[in-house]
């Protein structure tokens, strides 16, 4: 799916891809689901300490290893 929509996903999209799978879905399903992945994402990204990456989270990394 992402690739035969160039990583674009709507509401409406992404309901009908699941309608078609069997799903029972809606509006407001389908906003929940974007929400939870959007917060997901921005904690792995933004709140995640890894040990490997010295205590710090990826963007914290990331930010420090470009500003050296």
Known sequence: MYERHKGRYGYRRIAAELGRSGQVVNHNSVE?????????????????????????????????????
């Open 32 to 68: 929940q689901l974007r929400q939870g992945l959007r917060r997901y994402i921005h904690y792995y990204n933004h709140h995640r300490l890894k040990l490997k990456l010295q205590g710090l989270s990826p963007v914290e990394y990331r930010t420090q290893a470009l500003g050296q």
